[in-house]
């Protein structure tokens, strides 16, 4: 049974053009994230939504537009596609991100955009 | 803001032996998590291990143990009886415990042959 998954596995696409990535979780988790794995397989959060509600926006382009049509979907829209977007994306979840604790959170499997 | 430190880019062991990765970290909050994930060529992020900091007792799962010294910002992970699977990227990582915003912090990854 997938817990996180993402699709597609990988995307190849010609600069300029428009992409999706989709992510779903059926761990019951209220919180969704993407993380960029950058060439030199540096880690970055991105984004946070929990329950639907965009808690974390780090500093990313306007291009990258996150959307959560539910807690247990997180998708991952991105506008004019550059270069330097060449990246893997990491979904993963957790459960709460309360006030009181973090939770541990699960990863997907990666989507590796190649942006030519 | 948090930094996690892994100073060093590779290491190597052989079958069977035990290998230790540093990981040291910077934070003026009390209350957090630390983290070990497993990054193998699959690319998949697997989590390792985790450690609160409010336990003085070091985490530990079968072959894998923590050696965590809170007031030294040292949080190294001990792999013993190393076998081949154990071959991978391993990446520590910092999350604060309190606060909506339970990003994951992460170093810059380590990565671990296992020689047979």
């Known amino acids: 049974d997938t817990a996180v998954s993402q699709t597609p596995k990988y995307l190849v696409t010609q600069m300029g053009n428009d992409k999706s990535i989709k992510c779903e979780q059926n761990?019951?988790?209220?919180?969704m994230y993407w993380y960029k794995q950058d060439s030199k397989k540096f880690l970055k959060i991105m984004f946070s939504?929990?329950?639907?509600?965009?808690?974390i926006n780090e500093t990313v382009p306007n291009r990258f537009s996150p959307k959560s049509p539910d807690k247990a979907h997180l998708n991952l829209h991105i506008n004019s596609l550059e270069l330097g977007d060449s990246a893997v994306y990491f979904c993963?979840?957790?459960?709460?991100?309360?006030?009181?604790?973090?939770?541990?959170?699960?990863f997907g499997p990666g989507t590796r955009l190649l942006v030519l | 803001a948090q930094t996690v430190t892994q100073s060093q880019p590779e290491m190597s062991v052989q079958e069977a032996e035990t290998v230790t990765l540093s990981c040291t970290y910077d934070?003026?909050?009390?209350?957090?998590?630390l983290f070990w994930y497993k990054q193998p060529p699959s690319r998949q992020m697997i989590l390792v291990i985790r450690?609160?900091?409010?336990?003085?007792q070091n985490a530990t799962e079968n072959r894998f143990s923590v050696n965590f010294q809170k007031a030294a910002k040292s949080f190294s992970l001990k792999i013993s009886d190393s076998q081949l699977g154990d071959t991978a990227m391993y990446f520590c990582?910092?999350?604060?415990?309190?606060?909506?915003?339970?990003?994951?912090?992460f170093g810059k990854g380590i990565t671990l042959s296992v020689r047979p």
């Open positions: 761990l019951g988790h209220d919180t």
């Open positions: 993963a979840s957790s459960r709460l991100a309360g006030l009181y604790e973090g939770e541990t959170q699960y």
């Open positions: 990582a910092f999350m604060k415990q309190k606060g909506a915003n339970s990003k994951l912090t």
């Open positions: 939504y929990n329950n639907k509600e965009l808690i």
């Open positions: 934070t003026s909050e009390n209350n957090y998590y």
């Open positions: 450690q609160e900091a409010y336990k003085q």
